[in-house]
């Protein structure tokens, strides 16, 4: 299996939902951080990917048809060059501002209690570390977060060409996925997940867990 897709976005614009969506259409696995939450042997490669240090592609993502979110977007640029016939899909916020509103109750918290509390030798720690690399600059700062934002945006738009550049934002639904791929448009409605709240109830019960066995 190769690539068909290659997500560029930032998390909290759609990537879970677009994780099922692309899954549905390809009919296969598609990377995503939750993909890397639940494989952490796969957090070194991403590292030195990161760093500048890829993998052979097609062996380290053998088994995925498509990938979104971070780590993967981190390494959109390498990705994009390894799979020259893929398209690359932008998902974004209607705003930066809105961006930054779903960013910081659920992933920068996240980030911020990993990078504080967890054990610099585990691996997840040093993705966490990692994975905004060379995109935000400085994750307390909400005017640099923003500001990166839009440099991310303008940095894919600049470098991939306009003819394999999906924009995408929740609520576009389907069409400009099934539009890249060449697949029909699926009749039932685009699905719709990890909203902010559905983060944050899942974070709570990680929080009741780690309490639990500590106790």
């Given amino acids: 299996m190769t690539l068909r897709l290659i997500g560029a976005g930032l998390p909290r614009t759609g990537t879970t939902s677009l994780r099922r969506a692309l899954g549905q259409l390809l009919d296969a696995p598609v990377y995503h951080m939750s993909e890397a939450l639940a494989h952490p042997e796969h957090a070194p490669t991403w590292v030195a990917a990161i760093r500048g240090e890829p993998p052979v592609w097609e062996e380290f993502l053998a088994g995925y048809a498509a990938g979104v979110d971070t780590p993967f977007s981190t390494c959109w640029r390498d990705l994009a060059a390894a799979y020259p016939e893929a398209p690359v899909l932008l998902s974004r916020r209607e705003s930066p501002q809105v961006w930054l509103r779903s960013m910081e109750p659920t992933v920068l918290t996240r980030t911020r209690e990993t ?93 009741r867990a780690t309490t639990a066995r500590r106790e």
């Fill in 115 to 207: 990078l504080a509390g967890g054990n610099p030798s585990d691996p997840l720690v040093a993705l966490f570390g990692s994975i905004f690399t060379g995109v935000l600059t400085d994750l307390d700062d909400p005017a640099e977060m923003m500001a990166g934002y839009e440099r991310h945006l303008a940095r894919v738009r600049a470098e991939i060409a306009p003819e394999r550049l999906v924009e995408w934002q929740p609520g576009d639904g389907w069409e400009p996925l099934c539009r890249a791929l060449d697949v029909p448009v699926p009749e039932e409605p685009f699905p719709h997940e990890n909203s902010t709240a559905d983060y944050l109830l899942r974070a709570e019960a990680r929080r």
